[in-house]
């Protein structure tokens, strides 16, 4: 039957000619419609809100989660969806939109319709050399896992001593950034201790010690030596 407004009458014939008549009015609604939206691929970290979804003739609404995230409200049309844990390890959530019809004494069935979405978490990863002299540099790898690839942001990077930021984004613009801090060697040092020549001629011992820069150390040790620079 097609929505709209009827009138229904029962005619009550009587034998004796008394005959009654009643009337009343029905209006059948249209039945609800609704469209919970495109699938989708979100950030890690973002929330997502359905704003292509649609919904007609419906007395309520529900939207109901196949994962562990949260709803702002899960009675409107365009809510706020925060996915949750184990959500982001699935990497995949299905929302369902339920609307019930506006007839009464649930005369309507309930429709239902699902979006999915797909949660790209990005991985980075840092591996750094080592500086061996103080002043020096040494290289960084970074690569990258997860999300969508191509990636940006990867890649061998030539630095010196400190702190350093990177970060790395997909091709859908999901980020992951990590810090890694680079040390060096103390600068090296070098020391001589001298005994003294008592003689004309004769010798004595220079000691050289070394401190700073990467041991283990070539030139230290003890020589015995005669008079002059050295």
């Known amino acids: 039957i097609d929505p709209g407004i009827y009138t229904l009458r029962n005619i009550q014939l009587s034998i004796h000619h008394c005959d009654t008549i ?20 979100i950030c890690a970290g973002n929330s997502f809100v359905p704003s292509d979804a649609k919904a007609e003739d419906f007395s309520l609404l529900l939207w109901t989660s196949s994962g562990d995230g949260m709803f702002d409200k899960n009675d409107i049309l365009h809510p706020v969806y925060l996915p949750g844990k184990n959500d982001l390890i699935s990497g995949t959530v299905t929302l369902t939109i339920t ?13 239902s319709d699902q979006v999915n979405i797909k949660i790209n978490t990005v991985i980075i990863s840092a591996t750094a050399g080592t500086i061996l002299c103080n002043g ?17 942001g990867t890649g061998v990077f030539v630095v010196s001593a400190g702190k350093h930021d990177y970060t790395v984004t997909d091709v859908n613009g999901c980020t992951a950034t990590t810090t890694i801090t680079i040390s060096e060697p103390a600068p090296l040092m070098v020391s001589s201790t001298a005994g003294t020549i008592l003689c004309n001629g004769g010798t004595t011992s220079v000691t050289i010690t070394a401190t700073g820069g990467t041991s283990p150390y070539t030139g230290t040790g003890v020589f015995v030596v005669s008079a002059g620079k050295h």
């Open 22 to 41: 009643e009337t009343g009015t029905i209006k059948v609604f249209p039945a609800p419609f609704v469209f919970a939206g495109d699938d989708k691929t």
């Open 136 to 152: 020096g540099t040494t290289s960084v790898t970074i690569t990258a896992t997860g999300g969508t690839s191509p990636y940006t």
């Open 99 to 111: 609307a019930t019809g506006q007839g009464s004494d649930g005369s309507c069935e309930q429709v």
